[in-house]
Every structure is written in C-alpha cells, then in structure tokens.
C-alpha cells in the first residue's frame, strides 16, 4: 500500500524557515518525481516544487523560487522542503504528491497518490 | 492556464446525478485529471486523460471531455461521494487546478 506521511508543519514568523519532511512507502521511492503541492485559504490547489528520482532535476514556481529548496535522500524515502523567507501568503497546508510514472526528468502529469497534508501558518 | 470549475456548490439528493464542469483558458488537449478530496484528506485521485478512472474508483464515476471543456459525472450518488473535487490540467506550464466543486447533501 502507497502511504506517504509529512510533518514538520508549524507556526512561524514572516521571515522565519521551516523544513518539511515527507516519508513514502509501498513504492520504489528512487524511480519516481515527488512533489509538493499547497492548499492556501480559498484559493487553488498549487504545484510548488518537484524533484526527479535522482534528485538531480528540480521544480520551482515563480512564487517560492530562491526561497524554498527540495531534496530527497533514498536512505530514508523521504522528500523534504526546506522554506526560508517565510511570508504571510505562504499560509497553507502543504501536501506531499507522487507522480505515477517512473521517469529521469520533471514532466507534465497528474499525482496518483497524496499525503493528508502538514498546515503551515505564517503569522506575527 | 486558467481552470475555471462550476457550479462552486451543488447541491444533490442521494441517488441523484451530479454533473461538475471544468473549463481550461487554452485547450489541454485531454490531459485533464480529477480528484476528489474530504475534509482533513489529501485528494484522491479519481480520472486522468479526461476519462480514465484510477486504480479502485467504481464504475459511477465518470469524465468526458477534450480541449476546453471537460465534465465530470457521478451517476448515483453515495453518503461516501459527497466531497470537494477539483480538476487539473497537465498540458501546460505550470499544471494548474481548478478551484474546485463542493459536492452537498441536499
């Protein structure tokens, strides 16, 4: 059975860092693109960043891109999102998503399986 | 690309049809998914490439569509299918997500 569980959600101040963490299993984490992907208050869903499977091709949005850092190590199956610079619209829960084919580079497709999600609140 | 879903609310009796769209700004072809989600839940994936149902998702789901537009169906709803589903585009640079369709009991 897929399972992918993050933590490292929190309370923190605008300018403040936190790291996610994501741990996988029931898959081989190496072959496959991990993401993450945002729910802010009322607004979309949003891809934030991926990583290929060698950890070797990244991701970014626009709007986290110099701010937020992802990597993986396959020793422990777990994907983590370092963020820094920390604003108020950074407010949401963060999801840890798969991609469903095993490929070397970020692609273009849809996430087969999600974690429940780590809120992460950007408050004074 | 803008994913625009409607109605945001709909409002269904048991055992009735539900009818969600979903309009893309650009066509995206049928790279199109669906998920549904319920409260303290990441979503689950439901349809990719506009019509085909994931691994486990019964037979009264269904999606058609290409292009622009895209239709999700549940034909009989279940006390279990009442949820927030969101359709996403993967054609494109960024793959964008609509703003989703909350599914209630009438």
């Known amino acids: 059975e897929v399972q992918l569980l993050e933590s490292g959600g929190g309370l923190v101040q605008p300018g403040g860092s936190l790291r996610l963490s994501c741990v996988v299993s029931?898959?081989?984490?190496?072959?496959?693109?991990m993401n993450w992907v945002r729910q802010a208050p009322g607004k979309a869903l949003e891809l934030v960043s991926a990583?290929?499977?060698?950890?070797?091709?990244?991701y970014y949005a626009d709007s986290v891109r110099g701010r937020f850092t992802i990597s993986r190590d396959t020793s422990k199956n777990t994907v983590y999102l370092q963020m820094n610079n920390l604003r108020a619209e950074d407010t949401a829960v963060y999801y840890c998503?798969?991609?469903?084919?095993?490929?070397?580079?970020?692609?273009?497709?849809?996430?087969?399986?999600w974690g429940q999600g780590a809120l992460v609140t950007v408050s004074s | 690309v803008l994913m625009t879903q409607s109605p945001a609310t709909l409002s269904v009796s048991p055992g009735e049809r539900a009818t969600l769209s979903c309009r893309a700004s650009?066509?995206?072809?049928?790279?199109l998914a669906w998920y549904q989600q319920k409260p303290g839940q990441g979503p689950r994936l439901l349809i990719y490439?506009?019509?085909t149902r994931a691994t486990g998702i019964p037979a009264n789901f269904s999606g058609s569509g290409s292009g622009t537009e895209f239709t999700l169906t549940i034909s009989s709803l279940q006390s279990d299918d009442f949820a927030v589903y969101y359709c996403?585009?993967?054609?494109?640079?960024?793959?964008?997500f609509g703003q989703g369709t909350k599914v209630e009991i009438k």
């Open positions: 990583i290929t499977g060698s950890g070797t091709g990244t």
């Open positions: 490439g506009a019509s």
């Open positions: 650009q066509s995206v072809s049928t790279n």
């Open positions: 029931g898959f081989t984490f190496s072959n496959y693109v």
């Open positions: 996403q585009q993967y054609n494109n640079w960024p793959r964008t």
């Open positions: 998503a798969k991609d469903p084919i095993t490929t070397t580079v970020v692609v273009l497709s849809y996430f087969d399986y």
